[in-house]
């Protein structure tokens, strides 16, 4: 039974964000520290004030224990302190967390960190890349990619529902444009839907304009209850609600059309009282085009298979019915793990913080998901700037 | 098909898998209580949890899940994609495999395809050919 309570109960103060893109000058956890240093300022905080942390470790760099490295560095001696694993679920999967961590009475002030170089620092690895334990029955047939793994979903969605290369093409297309009006995005040069068709084919049927872009970059934001963030600095962003889902990867879950993202929303939703009709914008994980297009079939903004119509003809463009990445996303802002859809949507809500050509206008509501660890994790975030009744 | 033909060494769970392929007699395991098949190899059912398990040889018969096409990179690659073929077996579970003897671009969901074997060395894997009498060859 979802708990309705936390609904609006805590909200997030304060947001951080590093450059994002190639930046060898920075460390993999010293670009941790710089996000929280700016989220705990963003929220108008002193260190002090923080006693709790929840990481998501860094893809290039396998840690025991990352929130436990960040805590020792900051100094700081939480009140609760975890790694989260669910690969690009986990920013998302952090604040959910957090909110439980806080409304159990072991903390009450969290900042949720992700950071990563995969762009310049996988030789900081020293023992190799992360496993899914699934390398054996993957490798010795030529699966060795997580565009492979996402080609899987592309290739059903296709054939199950007659979804075109063109309509996964105008995802990468309208985010592009977002990006283009993103001084901290990594490509900001327009697109076309031709200009996808004719770059090369990764995975059949992904071209390469279909995959995101591989970065360096980190970002935090800082949980604590409604009634705490009130008093700070920035206007708090309240959670309405946040759900995780599950499957069991591409071999084994039962379709590969629908995600835990159906799961996830609908915990989202129960426990936000929402509908996909309330929400004026959408930051949705986007390591390949059909992922968010299936996101929004699962969130319930189109029908099952519909997807494909949905993105096309500029609905999920600024200006659109619902802008969906207005920040760029993954494939044209950068790659932090989908920390960085979390921390736009806390922009474009407080109002003002984004340039003027790409702010939603007016918005109260925005749905936030994350996805990750080879399509077996699923999170949604629904925030507001409505002060809950 | 795959470039990459490493077959690997298994494990507690996994030998009598590989060790079967080896053979050219494909089994899989099957939960003795609940009667479905399972893959990857594992020590408990994930239907019914229970650890009562036998290996049973396949039909050697599937359908085509998914078929991609792999573009590998470098000088020296070859323009034709490597075909990465998800197979569903008649036993009701899925495989990672590649289907050969057939251009990756001809391959489409629903293909009947049979298995058969490819020796590496003193191991061998598990691979797919196409049914249909229309495959190119």
């Given at each position: 039974m979802i708990d309705r309570r936390l609904s609006g109960a805590y909200a997030i103060a304060g947001i951080g964000?590093?450059?994002?893109?190639?930046?060898?000058?920075?460390?993999?956890?010293?670009?941790?520290?710089?996000?929280?240093?700016?989220?705990?300022?963003?929220?108008?905080?002193?260190?002090?004030?923080?006693?709790?942390?929840?990481?998501?470790?860094?893809?290039?760099?396998?840690?025991?224990?990352?929130?436990?490295?960040?805590?020792?560095?900051?100094?700081?001696?939480?009140?609760?302190?975890?790694?989260i694993a669910l690969g690009g679920a986990s920013p998302i999967g952090c604040v959910a967390h957090a909110i439980m961590a806080i409304a159990a009475g072991l903390c009450h002030t969290v900042v949720c960190v992700h950071t990563q170089k995969q762009a310049t620092g996988r030789a900081e690895a020293r023992r190799g890349h992360l496993y899914d334990g699934l390398e054996d029955y993957e490798e010795p047939f030529g699966l060795t990619s997580a565009v492979s793994q996402h080609a899987t979903?592309?290739?059903?969605?296709?054939?199950?529902?007659?979804?075109?290369?063109?309509?996964?093409?105008?995802v990468a297309v309208a985010f592009r444009k977002h990006a283009a009006l993103n001084p901290a995005a990594t490509m900001r040069t327009p697109i076309t839907v031709a200009d996808?068709?004719?770059?090369?084919?990764?995975?059949?049927?992904?071209?390469?304009?279909?995959?995101?872009?591989?970065?360096?970059?980190?970002?935090?934001?800082?949980?604590?209850?409604?009634?705490?963030?009130?008093?700070?600095?920035?206007?708090?962003?309240?959670?309405?609600?946040?759900?995780l889902g599950y499957t069991q990867g591409p071999l084994e879950m039962p379709a590969l059309t629908t995600l835990g993202s159906a799961q996830s929303s609908a915990v989202a939703y129960a426990m936000s009282g929402l509908r996909p009709a309330d929400v004026d914008f959408a930051e949705l994980y986007d390591c390949f085009t059909i992922i968010p297009l299936v996101t929004l079939e699962d969130y319930g903004f189109c029908a099952k298979g519909e997807g494909g119509a949905f993105?096309?003809?500029?609905?999920?463009?600024?200006?659109?019915?619902?802008?969906?990445?207005?920040?760029?996303?993954?494939?044209?802002?950068?790659?932090?793990?989908?920390?960085?859809?979390?921390t736009e949507a806390v922009k474009q809500l407080r109002g003002g913080e984004v340039e003027p050509e790409r702010q939603v206008p007016d918005p109260r509501i925005g749905i936030v998901s994350g996805h990750g660890a080879t399509l077996s994790a699923h999170a949604t975030l629904l925030l507001t700037n409505e002060s809950p009744a | 098909m795959s470039e990459q033909t490493a077959v690997p060494a298994g494990d507690a769970d996994s030998k009598p898998f590989w060790e079967s392929c080896a053979r050219h007699a494909m089994e899989l395991q099957r939960c003795t209580e609940c009667l479905r098949f399972r893959y990857p190899p594992r020590p408990v059912c994930p239907h019914c949890l229970s650890d009562r398990t036998a290996w049973l040889p396949v039909a050697g018969t599937g359908t085509v899940y998914v078929q991609l096409g792999v573009y590998p990179r470098g000088k020296d690659a070859p323009p034709e994609p490597l075909g990465l073929t998800m197979v569903e077996?008649?036993?009701?579970?899925?495989?990672?495999?590649?289907?050969?003897?057939?251009?990756?671009?001809?391959?489409?969901?629903?293909?009947?395809v049979r298995l058969v074997y490819e020796d590496v060395g003193t191991a061998a894997l598990p691979r797919f050919t196409l049914e249909r009498a229309d495959a190119v060859r």
């Open positions: 964000e590093t450059p994002v893109g190639k930046l060898p000058e920075y460390t993999t956890t010293g670009l941790a520290l710089l996000a929280i240093r700016a989220a705990i300022r963003d929220a108008g905080l002193a260190l002090g004030d923080v006693d709790g942390i929840v990481a998501d470790q860094p893809n290039n760099v396998p840690y025991r224990a990352y929130a436990l490295a960040l805590a020792r560095n900051l100094g700081l001696r939480p009140g609760y302190a975890t790694d979903v592309a290739a059903r969605h296709m054939h199950d529902f007659g979804t075109t290369s063109e309509q996964l093409a105008a996808v068709l004719a770059s090369r084919w990764v995975t059949k049927p992904l071209h390469l304009l279909d995959c995101c872009l591989v970065s360096d970059g980190a970002g935090a934001v800082v949980v604590t209850s409604s009634e705490r963030a009130r008093n700070l600095r920035k206007p708090p962003i309240y959670v309405a609600g946040f759900g993105v096309s003809d500029g609905r999920i463009e600024l200006g659109g019915a619902l802008p969906v990445n207005t920040h760029g996303g993954l494939l044209s802002q950068g790659h932090v793990e989908g920390m960085l859809h979390l | 077996l008649d036993e009701g579970v899925r495989m990672w495999s590649n289907v050969v003897g057939a251009r990756a671009d001809d391959v489409r969901i629903g293909d009947r």
